[in-house]
């Protein structure tokens, strides 16, 4: 197992020093990172000292070290997960053929597009989210949030290495381009849609860290199944930390229920503006917070028909995740059949790959609703939460800009305009849920809007003082 070295100015385990023009320009990339995150990082928040976690190796064990760490000083660096010795590729045209090493010439372009991609997506998240300090429920959540914001800011560091180390000078310009583009702006946005929405309350940081980073976890799988060697190490260690950001997602959301059912059970009532009145988010609010999140995350895995998709398996490129829980890795004589607003269409498989990869997603967002769903029925009231269909606001492939409604079924224009409002956050309900954003910077205090959590952070009590606010 590779330790990483926290001597050297970018911690890392990849042996930066024996590569000093390597390591001279990521150098170089640092100071601009460092800039852009005292710019558009956490606002405010920069001289708090935070309860955080550090990587100490890259073991799935025990990888991590909890200290007190201004943000600005946490050790961003380059994490690789080890080596599999003779690593063989596992799916495509040349399955069985050694991992590579370097990018071979022919996919250069394409391996490019997809770490860039992946790349502008980490430092967009922190972007977006860069205000939610102000507005904190509780200082445990506060840390979560910032827990999240240096990962994300440390999975650019992950792609920022491949450009730098493989990809020369078009490489270097890309990560300077990842620095260039921001969340939401006109001229510059950053690439993929999801990104640019803005996260402003902590309702939608939850559905966010639930429902985006979860497309997250599938790409990163479907990366870390590349031929690509160097791209399948980095994306098996971000995996390990993406892990507790879908847990702060899905425990956000269980303990916005909890809360609302224990108000729904003190007024007797399920009305949401009796709900509201109480100060708890109502559940018909909150479904539509799901209904927007997913349906935009559910762009996030491209057309159902792709041409991309099947190019990038067939080369070996991007697999599906979890890659040898299939029999056929090769998928030249499988098809697959799929609903379009055309009628029923059957389509090779390897062009279908990215609407299998939204059906598994799917059935992994179903696990939360399930669990929440169960808290609703124990608590006695009638309400279920549901996942939106895959053709609902949709913007990406067949089904983009067709008036569809929330279960999936085409609709006249006018209705689907006038029902909008009632399927996704309205401007009244967007006003509702940034009214009970209140900042609560008390140790073990809770905004009134949501439950405690059962635990705190690496068995210290909920009470602990996770952030140190100056
Ligand atoms: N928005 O054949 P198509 C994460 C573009 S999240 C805008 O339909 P393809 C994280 C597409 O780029 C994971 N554009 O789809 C989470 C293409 O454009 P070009 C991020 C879109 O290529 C939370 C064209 O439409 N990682 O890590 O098979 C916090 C036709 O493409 C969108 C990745 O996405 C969209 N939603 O698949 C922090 C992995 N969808 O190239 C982090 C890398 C498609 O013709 N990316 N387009 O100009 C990919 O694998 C693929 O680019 C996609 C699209 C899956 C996104």
């Known amino acids: 197992m590779s330790s990483i070295n926290y001597s050297e100015k970018i911690p890392n385990n990849v042996n930066l020093v024996n590569d000093r023009t390597l390591q001279r320009a990521l150098e170089h990339w640092q100071p601009h990172f460092l800039q852009w995150w005292q710019h558009l990082g956490p606002r405010d928040f920069q001289s708090a000292d935070v309860y955080l976690r550090t990587a100490i190796s890259v073991d799935a064990q025990g990888w991590a070290h909890y200290g007190t760490v201004k943000m600005p000083d946490y050790r961003w660096g380059i994490f690789l997960a080890d080596p599999v010795a003779e690593r063989k590729i596992g799916f495509g045209d040349q399955m069985g053929q050694p991992a590579w090493q370097q990018v071979p010439g022919e996919y250069r372009s394409t391996l490019r597009r997809l770490i860039v991609t992946q790349g502008d ?6 972007e977006q989210q860069r ?3 102000h507005t904190c429920p509780s200082l445990y959540d506060l840390r979560n949030l910032f827990q999240v914001n240096v990962e994300e800011g440390r999975h650019l560091w992950a792609m920022v290495y491949l450009l730098h180390a493989y990809f020369g000078r078009d490489g270097r310009e890309e990560a300077e381009e990842l620095l260039a583009r921001h969340s939401g702006d006109a001229d510059k946005p950053r690439i993929l849609t999801t990104f640019n929405e803005p996260v402003s309350d902590w309702l939608s940081f939850y559905c966010f860290t639930y429902f985006t980073d979860r497309d997250g976890k599938y790409q990163l799988k479907s990366l870390a199944e590349s031929a690509f060697d160097p791209l399948s190490r980095t994306c098996r260690f971000m995996l390990t ?11 956000g959301l269980a303990r916005v229920v909890k809360r609302t059912l224990e108000v729904m059970k003190e007024i007797g009532a399920e009305d949401p503006a009796r709900v509201r009145a109480a100060g708890a988010v109502d559940l018909t609010t909150l479904q539509k917070y799901i209904n927007f999140w997913c349906s935009s995350s559910l762009d996030l895995f491209g057309s159902e028909i792709s041409s991309n998709s099947a190019a990038n398996f067939a080369n070996g490129l991007k697999g599906r995740p979890d890659e040898t829980q299939y029999q056929d890795h090769v998928l030249r004589e499988s098809s697959f059949s799929l609903e379009t607003p055309e009628g029923p269409q ?10 299998v990869m939204r059906e598994s997603y799917l059935k992994d967002c179903e696990i939360g609703l399930k669990r929440w769903n169960r808290q609703i ?3 006695g009231f009638a309400f279920r939460l549901t996942l939106p269909s895959t053709r609902f606001r949709r913007t990406i492939g067949a089904w983009a800009g067709l008036p569809v409604d929330p279960k999936g079924n085409l609709v006249s224009k006018e209705l689907y305009e006038k029902n909008l409002p009632g399927w996704i956050p309205s401007e009244s309900d967007r006003a509702f849920v940034h009214s009970l954003m209140k900042k609560v910077v008390e140790p073990g205090k809770m905004a009134a809007w949501i439950a405690p959590p059962d635990r705190g952070i690496n068995n210290l009590p909920v009470e602990y003082e996770y952030v140190k606010l100056h």
């Not at 997506?121 to 922190?126: G, L, W, Y």
């Open 241 to 251: 930390e993406e892990a507790h950001h879908m847990f702060v997602g899905e425990t």
């Open 121 to 126: 997506t980490e430092p967009a998240s922190v």
């Open 346 to 355: 059957t389509v090779p498989m390897l062009n279908a790959l990215n609407e």
């Open 131 to 133: 205000l939610l300090g």
């Open 377 to 379: 029925e124990r608590a």
